[in-house]
């Protein structure tokens, strides 16, 4: 299988290469730093004879034109599209930075919806696209105001696109993702433990053709259902 990673230099994503390469498949990585990725291909290269190309880009403002022109060249057709970067900011909780803002909206949905829109033509009845989406899109809350919306806008756009491909896609699923052990949680006092990026790579690869939105770990599914329900006079209280 072709497969491509948007975010593959740290993380969820540089644990899917090495789960990827260590069976066999041909990767495309996507990232903004090259020497990261340079670094990253000639590793996977090394240990597992597969075939690593990579392409820096910055997700919030993609170069779809060249982007495209790379997996063109490179894969012309993909089997498996992991849309994984994504980004925080400590100070999304209410006003910000006008400047802020673009950056986290962009990064999570317009950059994210604009590079699969460009990449669609590269995909098939056998491609997985598969989305790093998160909890904070169960119920709007006052922490990651807008990195909630700009993925739940994604899990929204990737749905309707499993709507709109229904027999020219193999399957679309977006992940909410529990907390995770990478640099965008280090230092944080978590008030549930963490899963490590490898066990969450290794599940996306495992359930691959699995389709809708999914929770990592599970149980956040029954979390989810509680936070949901809770009435609002309960829910205004927490600060999670
Ligand atoms: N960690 C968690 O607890 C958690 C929980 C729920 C959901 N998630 C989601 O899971 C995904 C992966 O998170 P992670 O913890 O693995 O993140 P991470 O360790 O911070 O890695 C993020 C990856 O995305 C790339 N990236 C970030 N901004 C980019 C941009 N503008 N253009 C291109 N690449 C960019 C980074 O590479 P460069 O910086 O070199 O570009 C890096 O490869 C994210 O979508 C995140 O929202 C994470």
Not at 57 to 68: F, I, K, T
Request: proline share 4%; glycine share 8%.
């Amino acid at each position: 299988m072709k497969a491509v990673i948007i975010g593959a230099s740290a993380g969820v994503g540089r644990e899917l290469a090495r789960v990827l390469a260590a069976r066999g498949h041909e990767l495309a990585l996507v990232a903004r730093d090259l020497r990261d990725l340079e670094a990253i291909a000639a590793d996977l290269r090394l240990r597992h004879d597969v075939s690593v190309h990579i392409f820096a880009d910055d997700v919030a403002h993609p170069d779809c034109d060249n982007l495209r022109d790379f997996v063109q060249t490179n894969l012309r057709n993909i089997g498996a599209l992991f849309m994984i970067a994504g980004m925080v900011d400590p100070l999304d909780h209410g006003q910000m930075d006008d400047d802020d803002l673009e950056a986290v909206a962009c990064t999570n949905f317009l950059g994210p919806a604009r590079v699969i829109n460009c990449l669609l033509p590269f995909c098939g009845p056998d491609t997985h696209i598969v989305v790093a989406s998160t909890i904070a899109t169960i119920r709007p809350r006052g922490r990651n105001v807008v990195y909630g919306a700009a993925k739940a806008g994604l899990e929204h756009y990737c749905m309707a696109l499993r709507h709109a491909y229904s027999l020219g896609l193999h399957s679309v699923c977006c992940y909410r993702l529990g907390y995770i052990r990478t640099s965008m949680t280090f230092g944080q006092e978590l008030m549930l433990p963490a899963a490590s990026p490898e066990r969450v790579a290794a599940m996306m690869v495992d359930r691959l053709g699995l389709s809708g939105v999914c929770y990592f770990p599970r149980w956040w599914a029954l979390i989810g259902t509680a936070l949901q329900l809770l009435p609002w006079e309960v829910f205004r209280r927490l600060t999670y």
